[in-house]
């Protein structure tokens, strides 16, 4: 397990916060398809805050794409690095979320987020604002639609529907079991939103949630509890 410190310079404003966003999302790249679904590694990312005692516990777990095996896996635990601010959520998570990622022996291969990318208020979730950061393709599936609009997906699983901001297309409502709620899937960096949903396909053989954010979840927590004095 890794502790963090906050980095001097650290967004300690929500002003200094979104001239952060307004500056990076400006380097999102989104006309690359990214790797294809089941090769190489895939890597969930997720966390678990302490408010009471100030902390937050970040997971990594990379899985081989084709068996969904898990192949590495690494936990960082450090101080709130940020307010609760909804849309500036990933300035509490990015500095434990960094540091759990460098703390793998292998390489990553795509990063799936337990959140938002390009679906995010300002355009610039905690998926974009990784792979901006990281320079790794990444992407968001989250559990619940944020803000934005989109009509109930046909019952089959793999069914979708547009996620929609007014008229703009944010990320699709996709059904990863049939008949079940769908997840909220948003292209992050260096992937398109076709290969973002596919991979998301893949990693849900048996559940609605995606293997990498059930095995990042369920570590995260073990890892609060382990620094967390009982």
């Given at each position: 397990?890794?502790?963090?410190?906050?980095?001097?310079?650290?967004?300690?404003?929500?002003?200094?916060?979104?001239?952060?966003?307004?500056?990076l999302r400006?380097?999102?790249?989104?006309?690359?398809?990214?790797?294809?679904?089941?090769?190489?590694?895939?890597?969930?990312?997720?966390?678990?805050?302490d408010d009471?005692?100030?902390?937050?516990?970040?997971?990594?777990?990379?899985?081989?794409?084709?068996?969904?095996?898990?192949?590495?896996?690494?936990?960082?635990?450090?101080?709130?690095?940020?307010?609760?601010?909804?849309?500036?959520?990933?300035?509490?998570?990015?500095?434990t979320v960094?540091?759990?990622?460098?703390?793998?022996?292998?390489?990553?291969?795509?990063?799936?987020?337990?959140?938002?990318?390009?679906?995010?208020?300002?355009?610039?979730?905690?998926?974009?604002?990784?792979?901006?950061?990281?320079?790794?393709?990444?992407?968001?599936?989250?559990?619940?639609?944020?803000?934005?609009?989109?009509?109930?997906?046909?019952?089959?699983?793999?069914?979708?529907?547009?996620?929609?901001?007014?008229?703009?297309?944010?990320?699709?409502?996709?059904?990863?079991?049939?008949?079940?709620?769908?997840?909220?899937?948003?292209?992050?960096?260096?992937?398109?939103?076709?290969?973002?949903?596919?991979?998301?396909?893949?990693?849900?053989?048996?559940?609605?949630?995606?293997?990498?954010?059930?095995?990042?979840?369920?570590?995260?927590?073990?890892?609060?509890?382990?620094?967390?004095?009982?």
């Amino acid at each position: 397990m890794t502790t963090v410190r906050i980095a001097a310079g650290w967004p300690a404003t929500e002003e200094e916060a979104r001239a952060v966003q307004d500056e990076l999302r400006e380097r999102v790249v989104l006309d690359e398809p990214g790797p294809p679904p089941g090769a190489g590694h895939v890597t969930g990312v997720d966390v678990a805050y302490d408010d009471e005692r100030d902390i937050v516990a970040a997971a990594a777990v990379v899985l081989d794409a084709a068996t969904l095996d898990v192949v590495a896996e690494a936990t960082a635990v450090g101080r709130i690095s940020f307010p609760y601010v909804p849309g500036l959520l990933a300035f509490r998570e990015i500095p434990t979320v960094l540091a759990a990622l460098d703390a793998l022996p292998c390489p990553p291969g795509l990063v799936v987020c337990d959140g938002y990318g390009l679906a995010h208020p300002r355009r610039f979730g905690l998926a974009s604002h990784l792979g901006v950061l990281t320079g790794l393709p990444t992407i968001g599936v989250a559990k619940n639609p944020f803000t934005f609009a989109y009509d109930d997906p046909d019952a089959p699983r793999g069914s979708w529907a547009p996620l929609l901001a007014d008229d703009e297309v944010v990320g699709r409502a996709l059904r990863t079991r049939a008949a079940v709620k769908p997840v909220f899937v948003s292209v992050g960096h260096r992937v398109s939103l076709d290969n973002a949903c596919a991979h998301t396909l893949v990693l849900t053989p048996e559940f609605r949630l995606p293997e990498t954010t059930r095995r990042a979840d369920s570590l995260c927590r073990e890892a609060l509890k382990d620094a967390t004095p009982s």
